[in-house]
C-alpha cells in the first residue's frame, strides 16, 4: 500500500483546508507551528478509511512525527498511533497526544479527514479525472520503489504466497459433505 499526500491531487482545496497548529512549548514540544499535511490511500477497490498525518515543524523546517489516524473507531488499530513505518522526532510521542486530543475534540475536522478521504478515493476509481496525470505516475514510481526496497522482500515474499494460497484455495474443488444420518 502506498499513499499520496493531499495536495498534490487538490492543490487549492489543500491550501484552505490543511489544518496547522500553533503550540508554545509545551511538555518537551518546541514552540512552533505544525502542519498536518494528510495523505491518503488512492487504492480505489481499499476500503482502509485511513489518513496519514505527517506533521510538519515550519520554523524548524522539519518532519515532527508522522501519525496513522482510522476514522472506523470501533477498529482494534483505530489509533492515532505513531506511525512505525515513518520518521519520528524525538519528541512525536508528546505531539500525537496533543494531536489526539485535537482529533478528540474537534468533530467538524474528522469529517473534514474524511470528505478528504472520500475525495481521493472517488478521484482514484474514475479513469477520466484530472487527478488521473497525478496518480498514474505516482503509482508507477511507488511501484518501483517497493520492487526495489530490500527491506521489504520479506513483505514481498508474504504477499507471494498469500497469492499462490489464494489460488490454490479457488481451483480447489468443493469439499462432499456426507449426509448425515437420522436414527
Known sequence: ???????LLFPDLAQTETRSLTLF??????????GL??????DPTCDCQR?????????QEKQ????NYGFNRASKDAGPFLDPFNPQSPYAPALM??????LESDAAYVLRLKAHYALVK?????????????????RQKADKAYAQDEQLAPLREAE?????????????PPKKRRPSRKK
Open 1 to 7: 500500500m502506498y499513499l499520496i499526500p493531499f495536495h
Open 25 to 34: 512549548e509545551q511538555a518537551g514540544i518546541p514552540a512552533d507551528k505544525y
Open 37 to 42: 499535511v494528510e495523505s491518503y490511500c488512492p
Open 51 to 59: 489518513v496519514m498525518l505527517n506533521v510538519f515543524a515550519n520554523h
Open 64 to 67: 515532527a512525527a508522522t501519525i
Open 97 to 102: 497526544k496533543v494531536i489526539a486530543r485535537h
Open 122 to 138: 472517488s478521484a482514484a476509481a474514475n479513469p477520466n479525472h484530472p487527478a488521473q496525470k497525478i496518480l498514474i505516475p505516482w
Open 160 to 172: 507471494q504466497l498469500l497469492q499462490q494460497f489464494g489460488k490454490t484455495l479457488e481451483q480447489s
